[in-house]
Nanobody
């Protein structure tokens, strides 16, 4: 069974920073894409960015600069460093992984509360 678990969410003041983690375990290997998403209440789900097996990382225009995606040496955990969190909202951040073109696994998300 495949398990994807996001962690690191919580309360942060406007302008602050958080580092989220997405850990993978189970019968899966050779991930092609690691992807970060977020969904804010009342808004559509948004693609944040992704890193590939080849090591290429891309970001949405809205987060380029403040956000950074990285991966651990073992290839089982991906991180999302979020700086300059200015919008006072409560989005849920999700990660997903794709081992091939047909299959995508999702975590259950971790909520971030940006509030003064």
């Amino acid at each position: 069974q495949v398990h994807l678990v996001e962690s690191g969410g919580g309360l942060v003041q406007p302008g602050g920073s958080l580092r989220l983690s997405c850990s993978l375990s189970g019968d899966i290997s050779d991930i092609v894409f690691w992807v970060w998403h977020r969904q804010t209440p009342g808004k559509q789900r948004e693609w944040i960015g992704a890193t590939t097996r080849a090591g290429t990382t891309t970001y949405a225009d809205s987060v380029t600069g403040p956000f950074t995606i990285s991966r651990d040496n073992a290839g089982t955990t991906v991180y999302l460093q979020m700086n300059s969190l200015t919008q006072e909202e409560t989005p849920v951040y999700y990660c997903s992984v794709k081992p091939n073109l047909e299959i995508e696994y999702w975590g259950r998300g971790t909520q971030v509360n940006v509030s003064a």
